[in-house]
């Protein structure tokens, strides 16, 4: 019989040859053919699906998908809460838009069958925080400096500004303002900046203590008295301490 049925136990690359028997006079004698290559595939296996950004990006964002698979693909397709695009010879696919809870698939197709992954990619995404401002001290002396500080720490970047003007730029939560820039009911704000976007605090309405004015002392009943007799001094009003 010169034909063999046969089925590849595995799928791999094979090297087929055939060892056959002639007469020659009197004998008969064996011999090899010459080795014919033979490659057997399966429908693609280990299938995963990657994103140039992770799993969890910021909403709206877009996302690079890259698909890998252990055996040749014919074509792609990739699917967005199910809804599946066109198949390409491509094994990159780029989408945007993308929500919380959004689902990813891939579908690897080749002459042998189709392969899905066994449970979609399923999307997370984050929004930048809100920021607040605070400041130290508040009310401050005329003339004198706060301490600027803005929660949330480890933002990317902090602009701080004081009645619309840019005071700094820091990767700082916190800065120290410069003596004079802070005036009675001056507004001041943070804006944070980060991966997903900026957020700006509401505006701090600031306070200036005045400085102490000269302070007259009076004496009373007067300031001649016989010894033995007392007399009331008193200062200006309106200081927190006296000495």
């Not at 028997?21 to 399966?42: E, N």
């Not at 990159?92 to 959004?102: E, H, I």
């Not at 999307?123 to 809100?130: D, F, M, R, Y």
């Not at 700094?168 to 800065?175: G, I, V």
């Amino acid at each position: 019989i010169n034909k063999l049925n046969w089925t590849p136990p595995v799928a791999g690359d094979y090297l087929i040859r055939v060892r056959y028997t002639f007469r020659l006079l009197f004998s008969f004698v064996s011999s090899w053919s010459s080795s014919v290559p033979f490659t057997v595939h399966s429908k693609p296996q280990d299938l995963d699906l990657s994103s140039d950004k992770g799993w969890t990006i910021c909403e709206g964002a877009s996302v690079k998908l890259t698909a890998t698979a252990n055996d040749v693909v014919d074509s792609y397709s990739f699917a967005v809460n199910g809804s599946w695009n066109t198949s390409t010879p491509s094994n990159s696919y780029s989408t945007g838009m993308l929500k919380n809870g959004n689902t990813l698939n891939v579908r690897a197709t080749n002459l042998c069958g189709a392969s899905e992954l066994p449970s979609p990619k399923v999307i997370t995404t984050k929004t930048i925080e809100p920021v607040a401002i605070s400041a130290t001290p508040n009310p401050i002396c005329n003339g004198g400096t706060t301490q600027l500080s803005a929660l949330p720490t480890g933002a990317t970047r902090y602009d701080f500004f004081a009645d619309g003007n840019l005071l700094t730029s820091t990767s700082s939560s916190s800065y120290t303002t410069a003596s004079g820039v802070i005036h009675q009911n001056s507004k001041v704000k943070v804006a944070m900046h980060d991966v997903c976007g900026v957020s700006m605090s509401p505006e701090l309405v600031m306070g200036v203590l005045p400085l102490p004015q000269d302070v007259v002392l009076s004496v009373a009943p007067s300031s001649t008295l016989c010894a033995g007799t007392s007399a009331i001094f008193e200062a200006t009003s309106g200081y927190s301490s006296y000495q």
